[in-house]
C-alpha cells in the first residue's frame, strides 16, 4: 500500500469516480456534472487512517474552495469533520498532488465567495434553502505557502 493510498467513499459513484481520477494520474474522472472536481484526502479523527472524496471546487486567487453541503443534509459530511479535526490535508487537483492546509471560512469570507460557489454550482444555492445548518465553505491552501498569512 502507497503513503497516499486513501480509504474509498463507502458510496459507489465518487469511489468509482476517486479510482479513475487516481488512476489517470488526474486525466480523467476530474468532473462532476462538467463542473471542475478534486480529490480530497482527509485522516480520520477516529480511525487514524485516510479517506478519499471526491469533491466540486472553486478558486480563491491560489487557493482552493470546497462547500460541505451534503445535498443540504441537515448533517455535516464525514469528510468536513475529519478536516475539521485534523485540517492537514492531501489533494489531487487534475494532475497535481500536494498537501494543503484546510480552513472554515468566517460568515464574512463565506458572503464573499459564496456567489462564485453558486455561479460555478448552481445546486449549492437550493441545498442551502433546504437546511437549518449553515453550509460550511473550506478554503484549502497549499501546505507552505504564506500568501495570505
Known amino acids: 500500500m502507497s503513503e497516499l493510498d486513501a480509504t474509498p467513499s463507502p458510496t459507489k459513484w465518487v469511489a468509482d469516480q476517486a479510482r479513475l481520477y487516481e488512476e489517470s494520474d488526474g486525466t480523467k474522472g476530474t468532473t462532476v456534472q462538467g463542473v471542475p472536481c478534486l480529490l480530497l484526502d482527509t485522516l480520520g479523527r477516529k480511525s487514524g487512517i485516510w479517506h478519499r472524496t471526491v469533491l466540486i471546487y472553486g478558486r480563491d486567487g491560489e487557493d482552493y474552495l470546497i462547500v460541505a453541503s451534503l445535498g443540504g443534509s441537515d448533517h455535516h459530511p464525514l469528510w468536513y469533520l475529519n478536516l475539521t479535526a485534523n485540517p492537514g490535508v492531501r489533494l489531487r ?20 465567495v459564496w456567489p462564485h460557489l453558486v455561479e460555478v454550482f448552481p445546486l449549492y444555492e437550493g441545498y442551502q434553502h433546504k437546511t437549518e445548518r449553515d453550509i460550511p465553505v473550506i478554503r484549502l491552501r497549499r501546505a507552505g505557502d504564506r500568501h495570505g498569512s
Open 93 to 112: 487537483v487534475g494532475t497535481e498532488r500536494f498537501a494543503a492546509i484546510a480552513e472554515t471560512l468566517s460568515p464574512e469570507e463565506k458572503a464573499r
